[in-house]
């Protein structure tokens, strides 16, 4: 059993809201920081967001920031990442890894978002 296990991706059209779902197991979920990152397509590995281990504080990068939302719930060793006015700039694979801020390299298999009318 993988230790992370993303989903929720697909075709979405721009603007509207996703759910990504990051579905942990094997440690103790609720004590690590958590984080998503993505890589866009020809492009490098992109910080997104991170979350402390119990929820009270979160961080984002500059171009999500007052549109995605990461949340987590320790009881269903659960880590979301809330898409709202979704562009074209936001297609990539999205992946959820241990460890809080920049520099935190993919941690699962990732899911594919893409955007587009």
């Known amino acids: 059993q993988l230790p992370l296990v993303e989903s929720g991706g697909g075709l979405v059209q721009p603007g509207g809201s996703l759910r990504l779902s990051c579905a942990a197991s094997?440690?103790?979920?609720?004590?690590?920081?958590m984080t998503w990152v993505r890589q866009p397509p020809g492009k490098g590995l992109e910080w997104v967001s991170s979350?402390?281990?119990?929820?009270?504080?979160?961080s984002y990068a500059s171009s999500v920031q007052g549109r995605f939302t990461i949340s987590r719930d320790n009881a269903k060793n659960t880590l979301y990442l809330h898409m709202n006015s979704r562009n074209p700039e936001d297609t990539a694979v999205y992946y959820c890894?241990?460890?809080w801020g920049p520099g935190i390299g993919p941690g699962g298999q990732g899911t594919q978002v893409t955007v587009s009318s």
């Open positions: 979350i402390d281990s119990r929820g009270d504080r979160t």
């Open positions: 094997g440690f103790a979920f609720s004590t690590y920081p």
């Open positions: 890894s241990k460890g």
